[in-house]
DNA sequence: GAGTGGTCTAGACCACTTC
DNA sequence: AAGTGGTCTAGACCACTCT
């Protein structure tokens, strides 16, 4: 059988054979994979194998699938699945769904600090975006996000950038960010920024640090958020 | 077949039976279970049926299995266990461990937030608690800490309270807390609460609100901390 | 009705732990 | 050697979706 030569488990090889399929864009978001039985012959295992394999991606959220329709490649384009990872909400837990707007995009050359957390070259260019973010029509965020454009060509082209940034990602680059890394101080606003916030300078603010992950382990995105949390807060489960 | 009356799939109903034995104290923390051959034979059903209930009561952290030795329900007292819901960190990562002094411990009545958020009878009193925690000597976040004596009798007439709350409450009460709800702010630290910190006054602090959840899903404990986020972090993951 | 994923079973063999 | 959980297989039947 072609996957025996393997060390690990089965269904672990199986799994990594199909998680490189959705890497490396064989299969993309949203498109029907084949079923069960066709991936246990194709593969030359049997179809509870491949049931353990596909399971685990679902708990991992790669794949999404249906009893009696099949099994998908998971994609983000609902409302909820886009701010799957926005975490601002009223202190009564609604969600919140934030417009946005772009302050300034500009191109220049990686900070040290980002060329170690993003694995960068020495000489690689980045893109710098700041952006605000409102809702109901009160600006609540704002935010510096950092692109390397080695991971994203011309990223800085784009007119018409989505609110959520991750779907562009996704659709134009093949790049699924799978989980972030936040890490969250109080800090006094930066002088600069009060104004867009519409706070008095010293007001202390969340300063939200995140790294985001994709599929295959690499951080591909920067960004630092000050957030104003006089009407919202962060809300997290921990389990 | 003693199971078969009820609507759901097998094993869930073998879940929710071995869940029920977790919650009523029928097997304590850190015992062995019977084997699945065991379990299978007296419920009935076959072992794989029951493998599939442990092995999601493995996931949410309820037992732990270990291949060779059997399946243990699981106990937080290890280090890292007990601060498993302890998200403060160093920027680059390192795991804390906070020693604890307690500042004062009352009763009173609870509050109308109290008794909704801990859905208690409207007379119930609750025991305040307000703690220091330092890292490395040095005060970084003060708590307080609401529990009610409906849940947890005479607890403040414990001496000598554990650093982690929760293992009093696993081994005293038998109640484990198996996931928790965080709200985080920014503000400026309360007046009263700055000389414990060593912070002046107005200073930004991570105000964290934390609702605890037991096993079968009742918030037993709440909890407001002010943390100095000055040398340390809020650090989590989302996936 | 045909095809999909979801459940349940039974049995074989492997890997690890303990005695 | 005996007992445990972990993997893998094969087959039956159920529940859901689509045509």
Redesign the interface.
Known sequence: MSLSAGFQPLYKQVYDLLTARLVDGYWKPSQLLPSEMLLAEELGVSQGTVRKALNQMVV??MLQRQQGKGTFVAEYTQESDLF??F?L?E?LGEILIPETLVLSSTRRGASGDEIKKLNLDADTLVVELIRVRSIHNKPVIIEKVIQPLSVFPDIDKNTDLPNALYILYQEKYGITI???????????IPKTYAKHLDLPE?S????I?RNSVTIDGRVVELSTAY?S?ENF???????
Chains 1, 2 share one sequence.
């Open positions: 991992e959220k799957r990872f975490r909400r202190p799978m989980s972030v890394n936040d890490q969250l101080r109080a800090v006094e010293g202390p603010v969340l300063m640090e957030c949390s807060v962060y809300s997290v489960t921990l389990t």
